[in-house]
């Protein structure tokens, strides 16, 4: 059992007409099989279920997709309780085919930056797939990790299951990103600067998380915007919970869209940090123009959504909220 459909959308946007969209040709088809074999009295040597190892780690925006190939992975265990055969396989990316054909290649390098998962060449998968049926588990999952880029990340930063097979330290919010200042708080370190310094710690901060986010070395521009930048629902994603653990604050998932540039973003944070600062000198008194200054006008295009619900959302649930806001 091999089909599968996708129709990414994060929970609250999930309508019957979606969930079924993606539950028929997994739990429906799977279901038939196992019935019709069983009318029939097939003596079957095997039963096999393509799953998805987003069922395991969670994918961003698939919470229909992941019940669905869950609902798999739980009707192989069942058929073993019964005494028949089945085997689940929770699939990893594939470089050629699969449900990840249409990835480009910052999408595989993004997946493999924040989940350790790189792409099985087909030999190999069809190697785990021997493997796989000839050992006695209902369940297994095919996929090709990467030790070291496990470890290149903080743990809390991995999928929850991926925690356990790599020993990294747990990264500490609010702490400062730059070399040697780890242990001190982003806000202390800035109080004790005069307001133009603290703007520069902020712009290079959110640059810097920014050329983390999109893997690349060169310096990124301030005044550059995200959308021209490339980023995407996931990118826009990470950068926000990236940020949330250099600062210390709770940033809205809205971020990416209200907030266009580096320069718009590191205003933000520094509203947060400190938001009984004084206000600006009258403009005969004004200092000379700072990085922070004639940011350009960019319409809201935020979702009509509470923004207390906002930041209580989880990745899952912010990617189809992102999505709409830097698609638009």
Do not use: C
Not at 89 to 105: K, P, Q, R, S
Not at 209 to 233: H, I, M
Not at 293 to 319: F, R
Request: zero cysteines; hydrophobic letters at 45%.
């Amino acid at each position: 059992h091999t089909a599968g459909v996708l129709d990414d959308s994060v929970v609250q946007g999930l309508t019957r007409e979606r969930v079924d969209a993606v539950l028929r040709p997994k739990v429906d088809g799977a279901w038939a099989l196992h019935e019709v074999a069983g009318q029939l009295g097939l003596d079957l040597t095997a039963f096999v279920l393509f799953s998805s190892i987003q069922g395991v780690l969670g994918g961003p925006g698939q919470g229909n997709y992941a019940a669905a190939n869950g609902f798999l992975d739980g009707l192989a265990h069942h058929r073993r309780a019964q005494g028949l055969p089945a085997t689940s396989l929770a699939w990893g990316l594939w470089a050629e085919g699969g449900m990840e054909a249409a990835l480009d290649d910052t999408d595989r390098e993004r997946m493999a930056r924040t989940t350790g998962m790189t792409a099985l060449e087909p030999e190999q998968g069809l190697a785990l797939f021997d493997l796989a049926l000839s050992r006695p588990s209902a369940y297994a999952v095919p996929a090709r990790l990467s030790p070291a880029a496990l470890r290149s990340r903080p743990a809390d930063e991995l999928p929850p299951v991926l925690r356990g097979l790599v020993r990294t330290p747990v990264r500490r919010a609010a702490e400062a990103a730059a070399p040697g200042t780890a242990t001190v708080p982003l806000a202390d370190r800035l109080a004790a600067l005069p307001p133009g310094e603290q703007e520069k710690v902020l712009v290079d901060l959110v640059r810097a998380e920014v050329a983390a986010v999109l893997g690349v070395t060169e310096k990124v521009e301030a005044r550059r915007g995200f959308k021209d930048l490339g980023f995407d629902s996931l990118t826009a994603v990470e950068l926000r919970n990236r940020l949330n653990k250099a600062t210390g604050l709770r940033l809205p998932a809205t971020l990416a869209f209200d907030h266009p540039t580096p320069v718009a973003v590191a205003e933000l944070v520094r509203e947060r940090l400190f938001p009984a600062r004084e206000q600006a000198p009258e403009a005969s008194d004004a200092p000379a123009a700072s990085p922070m200054d004639e940011q350009p006008t960019v319409a809201a295009s935020t979702p009509d959504i509470e923004a207390d619900l906002i930041d209580d959302m989880d990745v899952d649930e912010l990617v189809r909220l992102a999505q709409e806001g830097i698609g638009s």
